[in-house]
């Protein structure tokens, strides 16, 4: 698996002869630079544009440059309908696309040989068999960097270990059980709320400002503390064990859109044994996708998890103001 290394010297400063000297520094400083190897995962999503945001999701780390990425599908796919001829994988294997989720009990990734693992499932997938459960929450304890989209915060209820993974999740039978609501009011503390009731609500899709409340975290150091972000389902009442996890930026969920009147995590660090998580709620669909700030933290989050560091750091021309969105055509 490919790990970025730092070092501390600076080849410029350094003789010829004590370069030559150094053995293994060569390989060493092309391994700096070596590409970050990504794996999208995907297959059973009730949010029907998945076949098309796993390749926006694809095209955007590869342009940055940083990335190499891969795809693995369960063999048993739900709500791809149309969408997957029209994005195939092109990978050679076969996919049944199912009116019901079911098991893929060949779906088994080696996360290992990976930086970051990329989760674009959604509600109701079907569960993975436990020695794939297993390898992720290894992978991921042992330092690899896991990233969580939108609806794959939906999935797995009954997985403890991917609970908290994520930090906090909704639907799929999620209640008090599964830990507090969190959130911030509107004197900007984090509450977390034991409250009884279900996790997971969402009102009308519709543009949004993002408020970021940890600036100097490397994900959203440099980028304005509010922006518009495009239309898209705002996640809301979302609970969970919310262990370890710092809330990056939140949204206001207004009541004229059925919103909590509170404010919303939007996007989301979590440390798990020595792996991190990037979690964020927003990409709901092709056009939630496009958004130039959803774009750049998603980047930034996958850069981050599988290094905690973020090189990344050019703020866009095209980043959205704290007025108006920006969108970008793929």
């Not at 000297?21 to 999503?45: C, E, M, T, V, W």
């Not at 059980?177 to 009102?203: C, F, K, M, W």
């Not at 959205?320 to 969105?325: A, G, I």
Request: proline share 7%; with cysteine; charged share 20%.
């Amino acid at each position: 698996m490919n790990r970025v290394t730092r070092r501390a010297i600076s080849v410029a400063l350094l003789p010829v002869f004590v370069i030559a000297a150094l053995p293994g520094f060569l390989s060493q400083a092309g391994a700096a630079d070596a590409k970050l190897r990504a794996l999208i995962i995907d297959g059973q999503n009730n949010h029907t544009a998945w076949p098309q945001t796993t390749m926006m999701t694809k095209k955007y780390l590869e342009d940055s440059g940083r990335f190499t990425v891969e795809i693995e599908r369960t063999q048993f796919t739900w709500k791809g309908g149309k969408l997957l001829e029209q994005f195939p994988l092109k990978d050679g294997k076969t996919y049944q696309d199912l009116p019901q989720p079911k098991t893929d009990p060949d779906f088994s990734p080696t996360f290992s040989d990976y930086d970051v693992v990329i989760s674009n499932f959604g509600w109701n997938a079907a569960p993975w068999p436990q020695e794939t459960q297993k390898a992720l929450e290894n992978f991921v304890d042992g330092g690899g960097g896991l990233v969580v989209i939108h609806a794959a915060d939906n999935s797995f209820a009954e997985w403890n270990e991917f609970n908290k993974m994520i930090g906090i999740g909704g639907w799929g039978g999620r209640n008090e059980q599964s830990g507090p609501y969190v959130y911030i009011n509107l004197d900007g503390e984090v509450v977390r709320d034991t409250s009884a009731g279900p996790g997971g609500n969402h009102g009308p899709a519709h543009e949004y400002q993002v408020i970021v409340r940890t600036p100097d975290h490397p994900i959203v150091k440099g980028l304005p503390s509010a922006w518009m972000h495009t239309k898209d389902e705002l996640y809301q009442k979302l609970r969970g064990p919310a262990v370890n996890m710092t809330i990056l930026a939140t949204a206001y969920a207004d009541p004229k859109y059925k919103g909590t009147g509170r404010h919303e995590p939007k996007l989301m660090t979590i440390d798990y044994g020595e792996g991190r998580i990037f979690h964020t709620t927003m990409g709901h669909d092709a056009v939630s996708f496009s958004g130039v700030g959803f774009i750049t933290t998603l980047v930034r989050g996958c850069e981050w998890a599988a290094t905690g560091d973020v090189t990344l750091t050019d703020v866009p021309e095209d980043f959205p103001s704290p007025t108006e969105s920006s969108a970008r055509e793929f």
